[in-house]
């Protein structure tokens, strides 16, 4: 089976498809019901197996914050599969005074390569934190990525703000990648979806999209055919899975978007479609 088409970051080769943890970790988008349904499925086991598929299929790049727990199921599928997984942490740490000593940026960093990092994007609860549209400037951003680069990972920025790639971009800050969110619903984006479409475009680097599927509110054959369809050859789709079934049809469906091919795709059968047979 060939590999998944890839991309190059910062130097790094990775999938054109990253394995999100979203539906690992129990951030549904949906209610707190489904937040803890998930943290009680979702074993180190079953994260493992999931993790697994994608690695079977080429697919070597997990994004993820800081968690043991996944670390654990990561090295699980690592040992299952015969090779490694290269991880793109979302650290959050403290970016004003008087916080935990253990959350200052140096600490978390430090944690962030004791876990295997290669690319470290500090999430967007401090990257837009830190972004002033009346200055145009993402402040004390060199900062942060000069503490990234002395640890040996490599720099990005995550954010739902669209003015936050604008911004590095215009100050020449030293980032490799950017996590944007893009979706064909418009879920959780700032502004609308073509605006978002014309900075990715224009970016100065590869963009690892998020939420192709709007966190289960598209159908993946839809969410997926706008989000390959409209991204350029360098950029990359993060998508969160809940079974290995699930890993297996959205890596097919992307596959076939890639190809230009109608997916193929088993359809769910209820009565109401029985006039259709």
Known sequence: M???PRTIVGGVSLPRLIAGTNWFLGYSHTSTAKDDFIKEHQTRERIAAILTVFLERGIDA???PLSPHLEHAIQQAEDRAGRGM????????NITPGGDPANEPEP???RTRELGATFCLPHQCVTDALIDRMTHKIRDIDKYTRLIRERGMIPGLSTH????VVYAD????????YIQLYNAAGFLMQVEADWVM???HEAKNPVMTIKPLAAGRLLPVVGLAFVWNTIREQDMVTIGTTTPDEAREVIDLSLDMLSRRAPDIK????RSKASLV
């Open 170 to 177: 215009q100050t020449g800050a030293d980032i490799a990648t």
């Open 161 to 164: 703000m669209p003015e936050a």
């Open 62 to 64: 997990v994004m993820a």
């Open 2 to 4: 060939s590999e998944f």
């Open 267 to 270: 359809l769910q059968a209820t």
């Open 198 to 200: 014309k900075i990715i």
């Open 86 to 93: 290269i991880r793109i942490l979302t650290p959050s740490f």
């Open 108 to 110: 978390v960093l430090d």
